[in-house]
């Protein structure tokens, strides 16, 4: 299982961005998926995650500002991020649990990272 995830770069503040993350590979059903963050010096931390149902759940750093989705045909997670702040800054990782086939345990994937840098 491979998890590309694209859609980071540089922006100013206040301005919006959007990540990608697509599965590809032996999957037979993706479960939660989420995304996480780590900025220099500080540990990775859960920004979102979201249910194979569509339950949400985000940071309190950044509720109503980032909105996390999902398109299940598509094995693919979105977030969508307002109001950036540069506290923001760090680089992006998905995660997500896999099942690679009807049975079994899932196995947990995280993508490479993209970088997001809020600055004027």
């Known amino acids: 299982v491979q998890l590309q995830a694209s859609g980071g770069g540089l922006v100013q503040p206040g301005g919006s961005l959007r990540l990608s993350c697509a599965a590809s590979?032996?999957?037979?059903?993706?479960?939660?998926m989420g995304w996480y963050r780590q900025a220099p010096g500080t540990q990775r931390e859960l920004v979102a995650g979201?249910?194979?149902?569509?339950?949400?759940s985000y940071a309190d750093s950044v509720k109503g500002r980032f909105t996390i989705s999902r398109d299940n045909a598509k094995n693919t997670l979105y977030l969508e991020m307002n109001s950036l702040k540069p506290d923001d800054t760090a680089v992006y990782y998905c995660?997500?649990?896999?099942?690679?086939?009807?049975?079994?345990?899932?196995?947990?994937?995280w993508g490479q990272g993209t970088l997001v840098t809020v600055s004027s």
């Open positions: 995660n997500v649990d896999v099942f690679t086939s009807r049975f079994g345990r899932p196995r947990n994937y």
């Open positions: 590979g032996s999957i037979f059903r993706i479960d939660a």
């Open positions: 979201i249910t194979r149902e569509g339950v949400t």
